[in-house]
């Protein structure tokens, strides 16, 4: 692999282009790739039945079950001090006999993702992921 290549392409300083004779070299020559480390915050690509990938499928799906079923507040029933859940109408459209909502969708789902990652990163920190 040539560690320098021979080029006449004009090289820029500010707005104006110079052109050198002498060889230039090559970026993607001379700096090797280095491999990312397997650090705490690593992504790995995993196949689709990975356990990280069933942890967030399955927090991600309770939550929104409980969210359309009623176990867990929403745009169309609010907790109340005691914790009960109350019915009250909050003016959003639906279509969903339940009145479950786009709102209540985008919440419920964020809200398992971030369940879903704080129970891989605590599996992960006791190492049995």
């Known amino acids: 692999m040539a560690t320098?290549?021979?080029?006449?392409?004009?090289?820029?300083n500010?707005?104006?282009a110079t052109f050198s004779a002498a060889?230039?070299?090559s970026l993607a020559?001379?700096?090797p790739m280095r491999r990312k480390g397997n650090g705490a915050l690593g992504a790995r690509c995993d196949?689709?039945?990975s356990p990280t990938n069933l942890i967030m499928v399955t927090s991600t799906t309770l939550m929104l079950f409980a969210g359309r079923f009623g176990l867990a507040p929403s745009a169309n029933r609010k907790s109340t001090a005691g914790?009960?859940?109350?019915?009250?109408?909050?003016g959003l459209q639906t279509g969903d006999p339940a009145g479950f909502t786009l709102a209540d969708t985008l919440a419920c789902g964020s809200v398992g993702h971030i369940i879903g990652v704080g129970v891989?990163?605590?599996l992960k920190n006791l190492g049995a992921l």
């Open 83 to 90: 914790l009960k859940l109350e019915i009250r109408d909050s």
């Open 23 to 25: 060889p230039v070299k």
């Open 47 to 49: 196949y689709i039945g």
């Open 14 to 16: 500010g707005l104006k």
């Open 29 to 31: 020559a001379v700096q």
């Open 4 to 12: 320098t290549v021979a080029t006449s392409l004009p090289q820029f």
């Open 120 to 122: 891989v990163l605590g």
